[in-house]
């Protein structure tokens, strides 16, 4: 054997060698936080400019796209909604004994068996009146609107005695246009059946001044945006809704919406002390076009504070996988991307939101990108969650101050641009 061969066997030995190390570490790497994290943002990456080059450029994309694929990509985690004692509870029927009463106290009680008196009954209702809807389907095709305002002690009341039995059929951009404080809807299904589902914005859009609103064991399926909040900007100051419950509803769709506006089921933009609590909220995505789609299952801004979420359920992926690593969806958020400084509550937009809490939610199979989302979010508190199959959390800005605590999260905890993060007793899970 010459001298030749030997030296050939030599490299070709520690040719494999490399190689092999190589693959070890690289696999060893992507087990980690930082390298599950550099694999989404490699997919993003060649996804995205796949399809924009050409020659050399596109031979190293498709490389590198096939070594991507190689590496196994999450499983979604199962989740049992009808087990589950979070949101929409179809057993909450109102006995009869308690309608009579409620009909004998209303200031007018409006028994409503078709579009047309359900239209007049918002219209003339005011406080302490109260709205039943029969069992039925309602087709919508122009929004309900409201005129008088009810109050703390005496609401106006728009629900149906047996949950689920009647559903609204919205046909338009908005279901109901709610711009008065003190309304209370309870047991009704809201169900988007638009022509396209662009048309179908929001089942609920609460503007300005709807202070009080309380939205219980309501289900809204299949729009962009199911519940709408932003200021009435024709007042100087803005005025913003305050002090609203959301609780024990379903916000889901049943296929990927077709839109190019925002897909968040619940989109709050200013207000104060707004309390999301125990609803269940999954499958907001919208389709993907070539570029990063971000949809978010909820998410306060525009300079509000107080915002509370807690007790949600929230399933980034529940029967809607997702469509490519550029579907992106985040589980909550005080920020969002941020607000146009004409839009915000505080003047100068400084913060996104104040004060707000996210606690005890279980938010799963955001794959894509975190569960919990903070942009410009001053004094937040992050405690108690369950955060499962995603990154985890990201804080971002200068303004962002967290104290994250006593959670169980799957992920790393990160802070970006300068956002100030103290954490305690959080334990993280594989």
């Known amino acids: 054997m010459n001298i030749i061969t030997l030296d050939v066997r030599k490299y070709v030995i520690a040719t494999i060698s490399l190689v092999f190390i190589g693959t070890v570490a690289a696999i060893l790497l992507l087990q980690t936080d930082y390298g599950k994290e550099l694999t ?20 190293i994309l498709q ?17 049992d909604k009808a087990g589950s004692a979070v949101g929409f509870d179809n057993n909450k ?9 409620m009909s004998l106290l209303a200031s007018h009680f409006y028994p409503v068996q078709n579009v047309e008196e359900l239209r007049a009954a918002m219209l003339k209702a005011q406080k302490g009146d109260v709205i039943l809807l029969a069992p039925g389907q309602y087709s919508i095709p122009k929004r309900l609107e409201v005129r008088h305002h009810g109050t703390s002690n005496k609401p106006i009341r728009l629900l149906s005695r047996v949950p689920g039995s009647s559903v609204l059929k919205i046909q338009n951009t908005e279901g109901i246009y709610l711009d008065k ?22 089942a609920i859009h609460m503007y300005g001044n709807a202070d009080q609103t309380k939205l219980i064991n309501n289900q809204f399926i299949d729009f962009n945006a199911a519940l709408k909040a932003n200021g009435n900007y024709q007042h100087s100051p803005a005025t913003f809704a305050d002090n609203v419950l959301v609780q024990q509803n379903d916000f889901y769709n049943q296929s990927i919406r077709n839109t190019a506006t925002p897909a968040t089921p619940i989109d709050i933009v200013g207000g104060n002390n707004w309390l999301i609590d125990n609803n269940f909220i999954a499958d907001f995505a919208r389709k993907s076009t070539g570029n990063i789609s971000v949809t978010y299952g909820g998410f306060m801004k525009g300079g509000g504070s107080g915002g509370v979420f807690s007790n949600n359920v929230v399933n980034c992926a529940w029967h809607l996988p997702y469509q490519s690593s550029i579907d992106v969806r985040v589980g909550l958020s005080f920020g969002d991307g941020g607000t146009q400084q004409q839009f915000c509550q505080n003047t100068d937009c400084f913060y996104e939101h104040s ?27 992050i405690s108690g969650n369950t955060l499962l199959n995603s990154l985890g959390i990201d804080a971002r800005y200068k303004q962002t101050s967290v104290k994250i605590n006593n959670n169980r999260l799957e992920g790393r905890i990160k802070a970006r641009e300068n956002a100030f993060i103290s954490e305690r007793d959080n334990v993280m899970v594989n």
């Open 63 to 79: 490389s590198v796209d096939l070594l991507l694929n190689l590496i196994p990509k999450p499983s979604l985690l199962p989740y």
């Open 40 to 59: 989404i943002k490699g997919r993003q990456y060649v996804q995205i400019n796949l399809h924009k080059n050409w020659g050399v450029r596109l031979k």
């Open 181 to 202: 404080s003190n309304w209370q809807i309870e047991n009704i299904v809201f169900k988007g059946a638009c022509r396209e589902q662009r048309y179908c914005e929001h």
């Open 355 to 381: 004060k707000g809490k996210i606690k005890n939610n279980l938010v799963l199979n955001c794959i894509n990108d975190v569960s919990i989302y903070l942009n410009k979010a001053s004094e937040t508190e």
């Open 93 to 101: 029927a109102i006995d009869s004994h308690s309608i009579k009463a």
